[in-house]
């Protein structure tokens, strides 16, 4: 199984700076999917920021202000979030899918991180 670990949540004042960090470990073969989703109290869950593929999408309301970036030796994405508003406030997980190996075969994962609170003031 592919475990996923964050770190890096806070509170921060608006306009402050806070980077997220997800790292998987397990026995990964690849990863095709990473991205960051985020809940805030009362709402669904929406995606903020990921890779696909080649692919990188953000949510219009970060553009500009969140970077999405991955180490792929390391199995980690991180989101480095600048300009932080109050409406960031949320709890942040990353969600990460692919590959992994087992019984000399390959077997699809898709893992999601435990969540990070990240608390903007105003």
């Known amino acids: 199984q592919v475990q996923l670990v964050e770190s890096g949540g806070g509170l921060v004042q608006a306009g402050g700076s806070l980077r997220l960090s997800c790292a998987a470990s397990?026995?990964?073969?690849?990863?095709?999917?990473m991205g960051w989703y985020r809940q805030a109290p009362g709402k669904q869950r929406e995606l903020v920021a990921g890779?696909?593929?080649?692919?990188?999408n953000y949510a219009d309301s970060v553009k500009g202000r969140f970077t999405i970036s991955r180490d792929n030796a390391k199995n980690t994405v991180y989101l480095q979030m600048n300009s932080l508003k109050p409406e960031d406030t949320a709890v942040y997980f990353c969600?990460?899918?692919?590959?992994?190996?087992?019984?000399?075969?390959?077997?699809?994962?898709?893992?999601w991180g435990q969540g990070t609170q990240v608390t903007v003031s105003s």
């Open positions: 397990g026995s990964i073969f690849s990863i095709s999917v």
């Open positions: 969600n990460i899918q692919g590959f992994i190996s087992s019984d000399y075969s390959l077997r699809n994962f898709d893992s």
């Open positions: 890779f696909t593929g080649s692919n990188t």
